[in-house]
């Protein structure tokens, strides 16, 4: 089972897309912000596959917060949830992808399974 690290401030949300989550197959860790991640993730004995999260322009610092991720689990990727899809992100040290809210659970399915299946190589799509 892969897990995902979901990072979700609104805890409406946060309990939404982890049960989403959860039906699709995946573990799930959940957290309210950045720090909860970190707690969460050194709580967790094994890989951390995916961190779902805001995109970086609504999250600022989440550059930094991957780098440190990858530290422990350098295979991590990572999925932005977006208003709208940023031109261009260059910092991002890993593979990544956005996904435009809102979006319908096929879509996100889909973007979750091309992400972790896909080449590995940094890229930026928009899907909605």
Request: hydrophobic fraction near 50%.
């Amino acid at each position: 089972m892969k897990t995902i690290l979901l990072i979700e401030s609104s805890s409406a949300n946060l309990i939404a897309l982890a049960m989403i989550l959860r039906s699709l197959g995946y573990g799930v860790l959940e957290a309210g912000n950045q720090d909860e991640a970190w707690f969460a993730c050194h709580q967790h004995r094994g890989t951390i596959h995916l961190l779902l999260t805001r995109a970086v322009v609504e999250n600022p610092g989440t550059d930094d917060f991957v780098a440190r991720l990858l530290l422990v689990h350098p295979r991590l990727r990572v999925l932005f949830l977006c208003e709208s899809v940023p031109a261009v992100l260059d910092d991002m040290p890993c593979e990544f992808a956005f996904l435009k809210k809102p979006f319908q659970v096929e879509t996100l399915a889909c973007t979750i399974e091309a992400l972790l299946e896909g080449p590995r190589k940094r890229v930026a799509t928009s899907l909605s």
